[in-house]
């Protein structure tokens, strides 16, 4: 049996009891019960904390993968760190972003069990010694790693797996040297040194920042993890014939090590360190093996400024391309300069048989740009997998509604088929399949209105268009054109105030790096914007802006099965897939995007009529960086455009500190690296179709149907099975048990 191993920095799971249930087939039974209990089932989940332990589309996809691996019967184990906090929680005040403490585990967490059992020893810092027998590291810090595991249920199919996070834990004799006199209340004050490693996720989303304990994180999960691996192979047949040496001839094919992204980049030289240092193993033997085991994805080109050290493949490159010395220093592990850094991509690439990116753009931007060099040197390791997401959780789950009619139509195999809902194109034209999916959107706007009125006493019109954008704040991600459109269309109903409009519930949602500064300005001008729109009575209820504190797995859960519109909006070539979009598409919303990322791909499923695409494509974003964007041009030339402008920096929005918003319009005119006055008029002009289809309640729905019908290709079904079976070299088997508490059966 050849196990997966998959090492992520980030799981960001969500809620685990509903989804217990689904994949167990127990929610009908469970509803039942409580409700014989006097209990409402979905007030009870709304008890249960998020495991937040991811900061975006990385770690949800980490966490989709997980239950796309069970649910095709693989030998997978995902592997992480249990970080006490996870993504901090997101208040608004003022408008303002604050952060606060996301201390998950208070209550403590049902699902995990501690296994003190396979606790494992992580060293640190110390020194080499060489001698007779190799070379010895010594003078270390030890911090143990003690693993909690996590079932992974998958869909209904006999089958769990583990999820296993290490908590770092100091050793008993930790700082004992300072037990003299008044050393002992600091000898237990210092444990806390060794058990911060594990105490908070970095809150970066798609950056890179070069911190020390952040460094720690990854090699403690690392360093835990390969020690893990190592115990169970020479647990297993396979690594057990030689009592004395452990034959390690089948490990490349009994293990597969996959790396979401370069974050546990530090396998590749702890597992050549372990083979060589610990198991006595030759160079020789051990570098191709290396190279066997390794498989790493590769999200956001921005990420590709991580680094570490070593080096090896330098004679290889010169082999192959002799003389050419630039390629070679291009090429090289080692970054030359006044600090001397490991680039942490290149590291990956050389000691992986497989890189792939996650969308097909993404994969083809890898092989031309970031990698050519790399592509051009070993093209065969350079793969594609798109991106997807599990219609367990994100149709079954959250949209029980959708779920529902699709079953009475195509039955409910699509469940662990995705591509079935091909299926539904035969429904395009059916009048009652048109209702019936139309009444469904309409019962979940009306659930997510009541929902925000409770929660946070803010009313909006059902009936208007939900337009929507959650997602990190980020620069490359727009949430500044989203702004622009919101301030035009202000601007159109404020000048002709008896002219009709397509009514729109604006909603943004999304946490900013508690650092990055412009992002949260910009959550400030959406809240600002809000203000100003919300109160304004000649608007009325044709256009509300909401801001959505606080957004997480449980909110998204929530607000994708009620949105009209998903707005996918990235400046072209900076989204590495994206997995929101698809989110959208499958639970009946239309996308307005442009032609980047897993977009690309979405719309040629769905077909382009039925996707609002707009804006430059990857090759005009690289002809304008050619010929120089030049913001103000814009500015000059479009008057809806310089009215926007001049309103943020004039006060407007912000009438108590008129220069609230010059840092915004500043980087929007001078240094904008994202671009958002080129794509701005084809941005606005594909709103205008967007109001005008949606008067049309029959068309709309239809063009809703299509995409519905062609999303099959987004599930991380799909994704993992090409993962198993064009990297891991595995079949995937999909085991079906009855649903033992299915009325239908
Ligand atoms: C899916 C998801 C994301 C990723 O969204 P993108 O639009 O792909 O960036 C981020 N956060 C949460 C909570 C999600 O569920």
Not at 30 to 52: F, N, R, V, W
Not at 410 to 429: H, M, N, P, R, T
Not at 436 to 455: H, P, R
Not at 564 to 585: C, H, R, V, Y
Request: with cysteine; glycine share 6%.
């Amino acid at each position: 049996m050849q196990r997966i191993y998959y090492l992520s920095l980030e799981f960001y799971m969500g809620r685990t009891l509903q989804n217990t249930m689904v994949n167990l087939a127990l929610q009908n039974a469970c509803d039942e019960a409580t409700y014989q209990l006097g209990l409402d089932m979905e007030e009870l989940q709304e008890i249960e904390e998020d495991a937040g332990l991811g900061n975006g589309g990385l770690g949800r996809l980490a966490a989709c993968f997980l239950d796309s691996m069970a649910t095709l019967g693989l030998a997978a184990y995902g592997y992480g760190i249990r970080y006490e906090f996870g993504i901090f929680n997101q208040k608004i005040c003022g408008g303002w972003q604050l952060e606060e403490a996301d201390d998950w585990l208070r209550y403590g967490n049902p699902w995990e069990k501690a296994r003190p059992e396979y606790m494992i020893p992580v060293h640190f810092y110390g020194r080499i010694q060489h001698d007779h027998d190799g070379v010895k590291w010594v003078d270390t810090q030890v911090v143990l790693a003690l693993p909690y595991d996590t079932p992974v249920p998958g869909y209904r199919n006999n089958t769990v797996n583990t999820m296993r996070l290490w908590s770092a834990r100091a050793p008993n004799e930790f700082n004992l040297k300072d037990f003299n006199v008044g050393g002992y209340i600091q000898a237990v004050l210092d444990r806390n040194l060794a058990e911060n490693i594990s105490r908070v996720l970095y809150p970066n989303d798609n950056f890179f920042e070069g911190k020390e304990l952040r460094l720690k994180q990854e090699y403690f999960v690392v360093a835990a993890t390969l020690q893990d691996i190592i115990r169970r192979f020479k647990s297993s047949k396979f690594g057990s014939r030689d009592p004395v040496r452990t034959s390690f001839d089948a490990f490349p094919d009994k293990v597969a090590i996959q790396l979401n992204d370069t974050h546990p980049s530090l396998t590749i030289p702890e597992l050549m360190r372990v083979l060589v240092d610990i198991e006595k193993l030759d160079w020789d033997k051990v570098r191709p093996c290396m190279v066997e085991m390794f498989r790493g994805p590769v999200h956001n080109p921005s990420d590709f400024n991580g680094w570490l050290s070593l080096s090896l493949s330098a004679q290889k490159v010169y082999a192959k391309f002799p003389g050419d010395l630039d390629r070679m220093r291009r090429m090289s592990m080692v970054e030359e300069g006044s600090v001397k850094r490991i680039n942490m991509a290149h590291l990956c690439i050389v000691g992986s048989h497989a890189v792939n990116g996650v969308a097909r753009i993404h994969s083809e931007i890898l092989k031309a740009t970031v990698f050519k060099d790399f592509y051009e040197f070993e093209p065969h390791k350079f793969q594609n997998k798109t991106n997807g997401i599990t219609p367990r959780r994100w149709l079954v789950l959250c949209n029980p509604g959708l779920a529902e009619i699709i079953a009475e139509r195509i039955g409910e195999d699509y469940i662990s088929d995705l591509d079935q809902l091909k299926k539904l194109l035969a429904f395009v034209e059916d009048e009652g399949f048109i209702r019936d999916i139309a009444k469904v959107k309409q019962e979940n706007k009306l659930k997510f209105s009541a929902y925000l009125e409770k929660e946070y006493k803010v009313k909006i019109n059902p009936n208007s268009l939900f337009d929507i954008q959650v997602k990190r704040i980020h620069e490359y991600k727009r949430q500044l054109l989203n702004c622009l459109h919101i301030i035009t269309f202000y601007n159109r109903i404020k000048k002709e105030p008896n002219k009709h409009f397509v009514p729109r519930t604006i909603m943004i949602g999304g946490k900013a790096a508690p650092g990055y500064h412009m992002a949260k300005m910009i959550i400030k001008l959406i809240t600002s914007i809000g203000d100003i729109v919300n109160n304004d009575p000649v608007i009325g209820d044709r256009l509300k802006v909401i801001f959505l504190e606080n957004y997480r797995v449980s909110l998204a859960e929530k607000v994708v099965p009620a949105a009209d519109l998903s707005e996918q909006i990235s400046t072209a070539g900076t989204e590495a897939s994206g997995t929101g979009n698809m989110k959208f598409m499958l639970n009946g919303a239309l996308t307005i995007g442009t032609m980047d990322g897993a977009n690309v791909e979405m719309a040629e499923e769905a077909g382009e009529e039925n996707f609002f695409i707009f804006g430059m494509r990857v090759e005009d974003v690289d002809e304008l960086d050619r010929k120089g964007y030049c913001a103000k041009d814009y500015y000059d030339h479009i008057p809806e455009l310089k009215q926007a402008i001049d309103q943020m920096s004039s006060g407007f929005f912000s009438p108590k500190q008129p220069d609230l918003f010059k840092d915004i319009v500043n980087m929007l005119m001078y240094h904008d690296r994202f671009k958002v006055f080129a794509d701005y008029e084809a941005y606005i002009k594909c709103q205008e179709k967007v109001s005008a289809l949606y008067k049309n309640t029959k068309e709309w729905t239809k063009k809703v149907i299509k995409n519905i019908a062609t999303s099959g290709k987004f599930s991380s079904d799909r994704t993992i099975a090409q993962y198993a079976r064009e990297i891991w070299g595995v079949e995937p088997t999909r085991q079906k048990i009855p649903a033992p508490d299915d009325p239908r059966e």
